[in-house]
């Protein structure tokens, strides 16, 4: 296989059409990265870092691990957090959950949150971005900053209590979000550099509830590894963002699908370096195809964009997949919803799509201590893709009520 060309040769899919600017920059760019070596230097990704007010972590932990197939595994104490890594094994991302002690800590990723109107309601609890694995963290933050990227520097490191073995972007302008870079071979264990580590009693009790509940609902070895984390962006940054994305890691552009019913467009990345998304999950741009001012024009739907505008670009679900086949005479995905539901948690809309679509979907309710939404899909047979478009308009649309309820809640307060 060409070095030159290795990016560029999977199979496109999709039916959006994008720019002339956005096909002659993925072209040189992707060549580029390849040609310079950063293809190869950046692997999988290897932890997703998010915050949360005080007060929420503890519950987001016993959430997560009742919806997920995380695991506690130890909290990393500095002088203004407290962050808790989660685990299913080495061949899936971790999840680093930071609690801020004090609700008047201010910085970089609290700003991003507070000129919108309800991600000011907690304005301490964001998705901040993902860490991938590399293996030479000098090497890529190098050629990164040569291509004009730019990175946190030491100081802002320990200002802002971020592991100091990581190599931080600053925030993307189009998601809001940071690309981290962590040097570590394969058969090395994931160390954060961050503050004392202990196992809380607290944290490990609502965790030991949460897995007990979990088997008691018998959906302990039903729910897989995250299949694909989905960020909502404004229109005029749908290809810009994604050209972002693919020159900061070593993704590629699976395609584009026009949700002309939703006004929307959704947009995916995936790994060059390993098939399955539980090892890597794939990384989709959801946007509108117009923007918001030309609404009352044209007569649209604007779920995409009114979600952006009231939360700021962000990341807004991550999905996981769900084993395929039966449990109780119920497809699997039926059954981990209908048990969840018992457990008191809320879904957006029943089950989607069916078994001659290829897949079946369905949004929970967002969490109200991160507002990320978790969505589960389970694939049948050898089904590929990611949405069936009737599934993604759905899906879209019942996101979009539900933002907008939760605005007009919020106006009324």
């Known amino acids: 296989m060409s070095t030159l060309s290795r990016s560029l040769e999977f199979t496109r899919r999709g039916d959006k059409e994008n720019s002339p600017f956005f096909e002659t920059y993925l072209t040189r760019l992707l060549e580029e990265r390849d040609r310079v070596g950063l293809t190869e230097m950046i692997h999988e990704v290897d932890a997703m870092m998010l915050t949360v007010d005080p007060g929420h972590s503890i519950p987001y932990v016993a959430e997560l691990c009742l919806m997920t197939p995380y695991h506690y595994l130890v909290t990393l104490e500095s002088e203004s957090h407290w962050t808790h890594s989660l685990r299913i094994n080495m061949d899936s991302p971790d999840i680093l959950l930071r609690e801020v002690k004090d609700p008047n800590t201010r910085g970089i990723f609290r700003s991003l949150n507070e000129v919108y109107p309800i991600g000011n309601v907690k304005p301490n609890s964001r998705y901040m971005g993902e860490i991938f694995r590399v293996t030479d963290l000098h090497g ?10 730019r990175f946190f520097s030491a100081d802002d490191i320990r200002k802002y209590e971020l592991p100091g073995n990581l190599s931080i972007s600053k925030p993307s302008p189009y998601t809001h979000n940071i690309t981290a870079y962590i040097e570590r071979n394969p058969d090395e264990p994931r160390v954060y550099a961050l503050g004392l580590s202990s196992i809380r009693n607290d944290v490990q009790d609502a965790y030991l509830a949460a897995k007990a509940l979990q088997k008691n609902l018998e959906i302990d070895d039903l729910i897989l590894p995250i299949d694909h984390l989905a960020t909502r962006i404004y229109s005029q940054n749908r290809e810009v963002a994604i050209l972002e994305w693919l020159s900061l890691t070593s993704y ?9 019913d939703q006004n929307s467009s959704t947009n995916v990345t995936k790994s060059t370096h390993y098939a399955s998304e539980s090892r890597s999950p794939a990384k989709v741009f959801t946007a509108n195809n117009t923007p918001y001012f030309v609404n009352h024009l044209e007569k649209m739907p604007s779920p995409t964009e009114t979600f952006v505008r009231n939360y700021g670009p962000r990341l807004h679900h991550i999905a996981l997949a769900v084993c395929d086949g039966e449990r109780h005479d119920k497809v699997n995905i039926d059954f981990v919803v209908e048990q969840i539901r018992q457990a008191g948690h809320h879904f957006l809309l029943n089950v989607i799509g069916s078994k001659d679509q290829g897949l079946k979907q369905i949004f929970s309710s967002a969490s109200e201590h991160s507002s990320l939404i978790i969505e589960y899909v389970q694939r049948f047979g050898n089904f590929e893709g990611f949405f069936s478009k009737d599934n993604v308009a759905e899906l879209t649309h019942a996101a979009g009520v539900d933002s907008e309820l939760l605005h ?5 307060q």
């Not at 890529?140 to 990227?149: C, H, I």
């Not at 007009?408 to 009324?412: E, G, N, S």
Request: proline share 0%; no cysteine.
């Open 140 to 149: 890529v933050t190098s050629l990164q900053t040569e291509r004009e990227f």
């Open 252 to 260: 590629y552009y699976w395609g584009s699908y026009d949700i002309k």
């Open 408 to 412: 007009l809640y919020q106006q009324a």
